[in-house]
């Protein structure tokens, strides 16, 4: 017992100096504050409705009403039944957020170069520099929590695979299962994807190896068994994978029925997201290198540069005063690349980049195979647009590849790969595989790169670049003069501090190889290194002043007039808010036209591109916009009626219209009476009229997220359309308590056939997604309960053995 607490020691002081660092950086969690992120204040706002309802009834809710006319809460956090790994990861995040992502990005790196037999010293060095990689802060600052938490769990899942491949079956299986199933709760599955394009890398890699070593079979069985690992972990997130894979076909990232633009021209028809909308953020080719000269390009689009600065005396000389002067200052435009908005720049540190390049030159074999083909292939697919020929085979020809945009974020990957690749240059000088001179040759071919790389800058960077920026059109000449004058500053501060750091990094190998230097200081010394380059990089952009009151967070909008107004009303309605600059402000109040979300409905985003952006009065009338909040100059809003005539939540109509094709249809809303026509594609319909006199009448008589119901009465057979949104995968139809059908008309709402006399209709969100899915979970997560039993007993006995 206590030969293992003394192994356990050293693990156990890492793991206390993680959380000390995660808490030091993001210290006014400690204080009770928040960090104030741009997207949760949106997810905040598309959420509310959901939240409020389970509060009030206990249930869960899988449809909200409160956005884009109404879309399942499969993305919007919805809590499934049985989901017992999702549980296991909230043990984890146990320290405030975001603390709690930083501790996982140290956490999960560890193991990983644990399983690799790297010293617990140099995996938590490794662990600094993965965890502050500026990327992985800044995601933090803006609210990519998802995609944090997906990032946080890779180096585990790899660390599951690699222990699997390395012959050790049960304790590679189990974390695999565990990892893999922690990643997919993260429900990020753009990361996930770039992780399996990682993987392959790594089983390409490993079978070129086992095929030379003629170790097949072994490769074969670890690939079996990995396999299993998988479809267990899919099994333990099943409700929410398959919930996913449901509303993705009926969302923006799936096929459009559509062959035109709004505008009339064609479409470009593709079964996921548009080329041009996959590519807008492509990393430029020049800009490779701010991932290791942090403001190569300038930084971030805003960014504070003093009263110091050429571009604040150029505003000074032009007549603005020092304060308005410095105001601007604060806010510069110094990034100089293609991208349309960067919040900072992806650096990775000129330390461990200095010590990838190292690795290059010390790591042999399958390891560092791997990792070097993994950043070649991030960064390549990086480029987008920049290196069209490779982005458009992936996008034409590798599964699901089309399915996600800004391709730039594949960059996480080698903000992986280089840190375990920089790591494994200090196991092999620490190491006596190869001899002292080797290692000063290496040494010297690293420095004559690295810095080499920063002196060719220095010398001849007005010759390379030029420093203009698109952005900078409009702009006076002497202010573009100016700007280019700071961004060339930045750039050779930058410069000139990458090269102190590379040079101070070789000093300590040089010294090492010496042996001036022992392994201890050494691993001290490039700890402060690792510290001092990203810390002081990341504080620019992440820092205390992101801090708010809890309170703000929790509740980041305040009801304006014209909301305060519109509360008064109870009834069921929709929102048009033409004044708000948050978008999923009037979510969290109302039923709202709009909201924030990446993958909204698609037939609903298109009614919107369509009809609703432009005004379209009848669109309008049918979602049954009630109100308009309207803002003026000073602040101020009001909500409106004077637009809308709303149709109500539901009307009887006097003519169903049939259609041949969704381009017809979506057309037809042009100028349609949609009081009294209404217009479809439905193959179970057909073209009809109906007498509809004055004493047809349908009402709202209970309304929630997820139920619906109504009371009709008509002395004619007829047809109701109601002013809700379409979607067939769980919304059930009862007409006298009797299940019955209802069909999608004008291109987005629901309508049926009713017969005559007094009618109860009830629409109840009954998804039999979370049904299926639930009993998935429950069955995976008992198989793998006794998995990891029987796993734990046989690693005993072979203990007592």
């Known amino acids: 017992m206590a030969f293992s607490l003394k192994r356990l020691l050293p693990h156990i002081l890492v793991i206390i100096g993680f959380v000390v660092l995660s808490l030091a950086y993001f210290s006014p969690v400690l204080q009770g504050k928040k960090i104030f992120q741009s997207d949760i204040m949106h997810y905040i706002g598309m959420a509310q409705q959901q939240k409020e309802f389970a509060k009030v009834t206990g249930e869960e809710t899988y449809w909200t009403n409160s956005a884009f006319g109404g879309m399942p809460t499969y993305q919007l956090g919805a809590k499934y039944p049985h989901n017992y790994i999702k549980k296991l990861d909230l043990s984890l995040r146990f320290l405030p957020r975001p603390a709690d992502y930083l501790f996982l990005y140290f956490i999960g790196f560890y193991i990983l170069l644990l399983v690799l037999k790297v010293d617990f010293k140099l995996a938590a060095l490794g662990s600094l520099a993965f965890g502050f990689s500026t990327y992985l802060i800044i995601i933090l600052g803006v609210g990519h929590n998802a995609k944090a938490h997906a990032i946080a769990y890779m180096p585990l899942v790899l660390a599951g695979i690699l222990l699997t491949f390395r012959k050790k079956y049960i304790s590679g299986f189990l974390l695999t299962v565990v990892a893999l199933g922690l990643e997919l709760v993260a429900n990020h599955y753009q990361m996930t994807y770039y992780l399996l394009l990682l993987v392959i890398v790594l089983g390409i890699v490993y079978l070129i190896d086992a095929y030379k ?141 200095f010590l990838f390049v190292l690795g290059l030159f010390l790591v042999k074999g399958r390891l560092k195979w791997w990792l070097v083909g993994g950043t070649i292939l991030s960064l390549l697919l990086s480029y987008g647009k920049n290196l069209g020929f490779l982005t458009d085979f992936f996008i034409d020809y590798v599964p699901l590849y089309n399915k996600f945009r800004a391709v730039s974020s594949i960059q996480v990957i080698l903000e992986l790969c280089i840190p375990v690749l920089g790591v494994f240059a200090l196991v092999r000088l620490f190491n006596d595989f190869e001899k002292d001179e080797e290692k000063l040759k290496a ?137 708000s600059n948050a978008p999923a402000k009037a979510s969290y109040y109302h039923n709202s036209l709009f909201g924030y979300h990446a993958a909204k409905l698609g037939r609903y985003n298109e009614l919107l591109e369509f009809h609703v952006y432009k005004n379209n009065p009848e669109v309008l009338n ?4 009630k109100y308009v909040i309207e803002g003026n100059d000073q602040g101020q809003t009001r909500a409106t009626t004077a637009y809308t005539e709303p149709n109500g939540n539901a009307w009887f109509i006097k003519k169903l219209k049939k259609v041949e094709s969704a381009n017809a249809e979506i057309k037809a809303l042009d100028d349609l009476k949609t009081k009294e026509v209404a217009v479809t594609t439905s193959e179970t319909l057909s073209e009809a009229t109906f007498v509809v006199d004055s004493m047809a009448s349908i009402e709202l008589k209970a309304f929630k997220p997820n139920y619906l119901k109504y009371a009709s009465s008509n002395s004619n057979d007829g047809f109701v359309v109601f002013s809700e949104i379409y979607y067939s995968k769980g919304w059930q139809t009862y007409l006298n308590g009797e299940q019955v059908s209802h069909e999608r008309v004008n291109y987005v709402l629901r309508g049926m056939k009713l017969p005559k006399g007094n009618h109860t209709i009830e629409f109840k969100f009954e998804p039999q997604v979370v049904k299926t899915g639930s009993t998935i979970a429950l069955v995976s997560s008992g198989i793998f309960a006794v998995l990891l039993l029987l796993g734990l007993f046989y690693s005993f006995k072979k203990k007592e053995a």
């Not at 972990?233 to 559509?258: D, H, M, P």
């Not at 601007?328 to 435009?333: G, I, Q």
């Not at 049918?622 to 916009?625: D, Y």
């Open 213 to 353: 070593k003629k170790e097949l079979p072994h490769f074969f069985k670890s690939v079996g068994l990995l396999s299993v690992a998988a479809i267990l972990a899919v099994g333990l997130n099943a409700t929410n994978i398959l919930a996913t894979q449901e509303y993705v076909k009926e969302s923006t990232r799936g096929k459009s029925e559509l062959t035109i633009n709004p505008d009339g021209t064609q479409k470009e028809v593709t079964s996921g997201l548009d080329k041009s909308y996959i590519t807008e953020y492509s990393y430029g080719l020049a800009e490779t290198f701010n991932l290791f000269i942090p403001k190569f390009m300038g930084g971030g689009n805003s960014e504070d540069i003093g009263k110091d600065s050429e571009t604040y005396k150029t505003y000074v000389t032009l007549g603005a005063s020092p304060m308005e002067a410095l105001e601007v200052t604060k806010n510069a435009p110094m990034y100089w690349g293609d991208q349309p908005i960067v919040e900072a720049p992806a650096y990775v540190g000129a330390v461990i980049i």
């Open 443 to 579: 040494l010297m071919y690293s420095v004559a790169i690295t810095a080499g790389l920063c002196i060719i800058f220095l010398l001849f960077k007005s010759t390379l670049f030029d420093f203009e920026s698109f952005r900078d059109n409009g702009i006076p000449e002497p202010l573009v003069d100016a700007l280019i004058k700071d961004r060339k500053s930045l750039f050779t501060t930058d410069t000139l501090r990458t090269l102190l750091l590379v040079l101070l990094s070789a000093a300590t190998v040089f010294f090492f190889i010496k042996k001036k230097f022992n392994e201890n200081i050494v691993v001290v010394v490039f700890a402060v290194l690792i510290l001092f380059d990203l810390v002081s990089i990341n504080k620019g952009y992440v820092n205390n002043d992101d801090f708010v009151s809890a309170l703000r967070v929790d509740k980041p909008y305040q009801p304006n007039t014209a909301d305060k107004q519109i509360l008064k009303d109870n009834s069921h309605f929709r929102v048009f808010d033409a004044a």
């Open 622 to 625: 049918m979602l049954n916009t």
